[in-house]
């Protein structure tokens, strides 16, 4: 069983910062593949960072390139998406995901998600 838990989210204003965590066991952080995806108000969810196969690399989405990162804690079996300069359209819940090959192409398991609101 694969269970990822997020936090971190919440309401902050235009230009601001948030870092998101999320959370795993030890076994599907060694095994998976993991990243980070949004879905804003009436949009479909959208890869935003992810860690590459055999979580070598990482892969920015161009819509938040320079603003948000992605880095990985080995001890704590966590990743973080470091998101900097937020703008209205980043709000959004953003999902962590695991996948057994490319997380970017294809998550095969989700958490449940984090609200990130920017707004004035």
């Known amino acids: 069983q694969v269970e990822l838990v997020e936090s971190g989210g919440g309401l902050v204003q235009p230009g601001g910062s948030l870092r998101l965590s999320c959370a795993t066991s030890r076994r599907t952080f060694s095994t998976y593949t993991m990243g980070w995806f949004r879905q804003g108000p009436g949009k479909e969810r959208e890869f935003v960072a992810g860690?590459?196969?055999?979580?070598?690399?990482?892969y920015t989405a161009d819509s938040v390139k320079g603003r948000f990162s992605i880095s990985r804690n080995n001890f704590e079996n966590t990743i973080y998406l470091q998101m900097n300069s937020l703008k209205v359209e980043d709000t959004a819940i953003y999902y962590c995901?695991?996948?057994?090959?490319?997380?970017?192409?294809?998550?095969?398991?989700w958490g449940q998600g984090t609200q990130v609101t920017v707004s004035s």
């Open positions: 860690f590459g196969r055999g979580s070598v690399g990482t």
């Open positions: 995901a695991a996948s057994a090959d490319s997380v970017r192409v294809r998550p095969d398991y």
